[in-house]
Every structure is written in C-alpha cells, then in structure tokens.
C-alpha cells in the first residue's frame, strides 16, 4: 500500500480555523500552518478549493445583506454584553436580579458568537494564490519532511471540489 493521501477541501477548514476580519494573505497562512502540521504525520496532503460557482448558485445580494447584517448585529450584543458585565459588578444587585442578568448574559453570549460565526469565513477570490504561495516559499511544505510527508500543490475546481476528490478516488479504486 502507497502512502496515505487526504484530500483538503480548504474552503471546509476556514469555518474551523476562524478568522474574522483577516485578509487573504493572512488567512492563507493560517491554512498553510495547519497543513505543515498535517503532514508531519507522514502523509501527502492534497489541498483542493472549490472554484466559482455557476450564476445560479452564486450568493445573491440578499445573502450579502445578511452576511453585513449578522456583522452589525454581533457588533451590537458585545456592546450589550459588555454592559451586563458591568451591571454584575454593582453590589446593590439583588440575588434575582443577579440571577437575571446571568441568564440574559449567557444567551446574548451564545447569539453573538453565532452572528459573529455567521458574519466571516467567507474566501477571496486571491485566496488559492495565495496559499500555494505560503505553501511553496514559506513553509517549503511541497519537500517531504522527516517523515515522508508533504502538501501536494493546491488544485483550484472548476466548480466543486467534489469533483475533483471522486476523480482522485476513481484513480486509486481502478
């Protein structure tokens, strides 16, 4: 048997990652790190992006106004947040009071970071440069390592990685 090869959909990775309000350079490198890491397990990475969707299934602008929405929207509970916070450390609350604003604290907690989760993770379209770029000449991630281990070069889909990844799983099946 070869060597153990994965393949990466990296456009999965981004919403584990987390990297609100980063710029492609910086979240590329994120990437690369988590894929050096991989591979020091002695396995070929192979990292695939999805490529543009068809016009039917691209974001409409309605999606964009819920992806400003939700930033809005999460930028506000940490200000309300950040007020019951302040309210907890008052002496003069009552124990139901305190009780209260416990509960409400923990739920705007919750919904904030859901805004916030559902405010980012988006890709650039520079994204997959960029990678291959931090890949290559940062992290030298293309030589195997001390284990035999290495991040094959980033292949773009034309449309889903899907694809890509049930071609590459019919080449070792036959």
Known sequence: MGQPTIDVVF??????????????????????EHLVKWSQCGMKLVSICNGTHPVSKQATNLWQANH????????????????????MNDDDLSDDRR?????????????????????????????????EEDLANCYGAHLPNDSGGFVDCVIQAEYQADAVINCNIAKILW
């Open 68 to 87: 400003k929405r939700n930033h809005f929207k999460s930028f506000v509970l940490r200000k309300e947040i950040h007020g019951l916070k302040r309210q």
């Open 99 to 131: 009780a209260e604003i416990k509960t409400e604290l923990a739920t705007k907690e919750m919904s904030c970071k859901s805004k916030e989760s559902q405010s980012g993770g988006y890709i650039l379209n520079d994204f997959p440069q960029a990678l």
């Open 11 to 32: 456009n999965n990775i981004t919403c584990a990652v987390g990297w609100n309000g980063k710029d492609s350079s910086t979240k590329a490198d994120v990437i690369a």
